[in-house]
């Protein structure tokens, strides 16, 4: 079953929440909906997938709030609060993440 927000949305995929670094937004176990052609916001929550570092190694991503992107991605976390820049060149994506009202389909 899926909530009615995203009932009939074909580019949207869930991830559980590993970590703390976004607790008490997000807390480990939690789910989270994504949607591929939604276009992330600037203060909006985020999946961000970083480019492989070698071949056949899995890829890694984070969970952070988005503050500033360009040259360089400027993420935030909240356990510790930490701001974090990535050069743009080592993200591969910027997913955003859904809100409960988009989900809910409020």
């Known amino acids: 079953r899926q909530p009615p927000g995203?009932?009939?949305a074909d580019q949207v995929f869930a991830l559980y929440v590993v970590g703390d670094s976004m607790s008490p937004?997000?807390?480990p176990?939690?789910?989270?909906?994504?949607?591929?052609?939604?276009?992330?916001?600037?203060?909006g929550d985020v999946v961000v997938e970083m480019h492989l570092e070698a071949e056949g190694q899995p890829s890694r991503a984070m969970?952070?709030?988005?503050?500033?992107?360009?040259?360089?991605?400027?993420?935030?976390?909240?356990?510790?609060?930490?701001?974090?820049k990535l050069p743009a060149q080592q993200v591969k994506q910027v997913l955003?993440?859904?809100t409960n009202a988009e989900i809910m389909g409020v």
């Open 96 to 98: 955003r993440i859904l």
């Open 25 to 27: 937004r997000y807390d």
């Open 63 to 84: 969970i952070k709030r988005l503050v500033r992107r360009g040259a360089t991605v400027e993420l935030r976390q909240f356990n510790p609060p930490k701001t974090i």
């Open 6 to 8: 995203i009932a009939k």
């Open 29 to 43: 176990g939690d789910l989270v909906y994504i949607h591929k052609s939604r276009p992330p916001a600037i203060g």
